[in-house]
């Protein structure tokens, strides 16, 4: 009697009872083909990525073929899709102005009117000490 042996099958059954052997099975015949790899639909930028631990892409491109990364917004779980490899201050989706609170002292960002600002402590005033956000001279 003449039997066909299933190498997938073996490979399974040893990956189940733990054998060492089994990651050096095939487990497709030469005739068949690795499916080919599918193209990641485009990105926005500042999209949520992923939230809750790590996202699952770090890497994609928009539809004008930019690369950009899932990145984390600072003091979050939370994740976003942004040019530069680096958390981000804020979430791009609020917008922040000279005199808004901020968190992070030095940290920097670009306001709603495309001002360069600052996270820094106040000088004087009845918020003097606080950090806030304020316009980069």
Not at 24 to 38: E, I, K, N, W, Y
Request: proline share 9%; glycine share 8%; aromatic share 6%.
């Amino acid at each position: 009697m003449n039997r066909k042996v299933n190498i997938a099958g073996i490979a399974a059954l040893a990956l189940l009872f733990g054998s060492p052997i089994a990651a050096a099975l095939p487990t497709r015949s030469s005739g068949d083909h690795a499916p080919a790899p599918t193209r990641q639909p485009s990105v926005t930028i500042g999209d949520y990525c992923a939230s809750t631990y790590a996202p699952t892409q770090t890497v994609a491109e928009t539809a004008d073929g930019q690369t950009v990364y899932c990145v984390q917004m600072k003091r979050t779980d939370a994740y976003v899709w942004w040019p530069a490899n680096e958390k981000l201050p804020v979430d791009p989706h609020i917008p922040v102005k000279p005199g808004n609170a901020c968190l992070g002292e030095g940290e920097k960002w670009i306001d709603n009117e495309g001002r360069p600002i600052e996270c820094a402590r106040t000088q004087n005033g009845r918020l003097r000490g606080n950090l806030v956000w304020q316009l980069t001279h």
